[in-house]
């Protein structure tokens, strides 16, 4: 019987950022193949991460960005957040093994669950999920699976390393 490793929590953090900026960009990626399921209306509204990006912006530093600067600073706070929330994804996994079951997909749900379904529309971000279409909401539920497992992948590629 192998005596489980100890815990690294810098290895786990750092794996966990690695592989959830690459997670944030598989999710673009996913998106951008279902780009046309989403109603033109979904598409005119400005994206939550542009409006995180310009709370933040006016709240620390009283600037009220351009659209140029969304443009740049929205895709900016999704990787900051995906690259946030993987690296405490690689911590906990660290000391708790067992959450790396299911290849990274139940983490994938309680991203979708806690930020999409619950905290972005809690701070007025976006609209509840409720004034959502299936189709739409489907996408956004396939795409926090994507994370999920590429978060995980990557992760465990790097206990290789």
Same mark, same amino acid.
């Given at each position: 019987?192998?005596?489980?490793?100890?815990?690294?929590?810098?290895?786990?953090?750092?794996?966990?950022?690695?592989?959830?900026?690459?997670? @944030?960009? +598989?999710?673009?990626?996913?998106?951008?193949?279902?780009?046309?399921?989403?109603?033109?209306?979904? &598409?005119? *509204?400005?994206?939550? $991460? +542009?409006?995180?990006?310009?709370?933040? #912006?006016?709240?620390?530093?009283?600037?009220?960005?351009?659209? *140029?600067?969304?443009?740049?600073?929205?895709?900016?706070?999704? !990787?900051?957040?995906?690259? #946030?929330?993987?690296?405490? !994804?690689?911590?906990?996994?660290?000391?708790?093994?067992?959450?790396? $079951?299911?290849?990274?997909?139940?983490?994938?749900? +309680?991203?979708?669950?806690?930020?999409? &379904?619950?905290? &972005?529309?809690?701070?007025?971000? @976006?609209?509840?999920?409720?004034? #959502? $279409?299936?189709?739409?909401?489907?996408?956004?539920?396939?795409?926090?699976?994507? !994370?999920? +497992?590429?978060?995980?992948?990557?992760?465990?590629? #790097?206990?290789?390393?």
């Amino acid at each position: 019987m192998g005596t489980e490793p100890k815990p690294d929590l810098r290895k786990g953090v750092l794996a966990g950022a690695l592989g959830g900026l690459i997670a @944030s960009f +598989a999710m673009n990626r996913f998106h951008s193949l279902f780009q046309k399921v989403e109603s033109s209306s979904a &598409v005119t *509204q400005e994206d939550s $991460t +542009a409006k995180a990006a310009s709370a933040v #912006s006016q709240k620390i530093f009283q600037h009220e960005l351009t659209p *140029q600067e969304k443009k740049i600073a929205g895709p900016a706070m999704h !990787y900051a957040f995906g690259a #946030s929330v993987a690296s405490l !994804y690689g911590a906990a996994v660290e000391v708790l093994p067992v959450l790396r $079951t299911g290849w990274g997909l139940p983490f994938g749900v +309680a991203v979708w669950l806690g930020a999409h &379904v619950i905290t &972005v529309p809690a701070l007025g971000l @976006s609209e509840p999920v409720t004034k #959502s $279409t299936p189709r739409r909401e489907a996408v956004e539920f396939g795409a926090h699976l994507v !994370y999920g +497992a590429v978060v995980e992948s990557v992760r465990r590629c #790097s206990e290789r390393g």
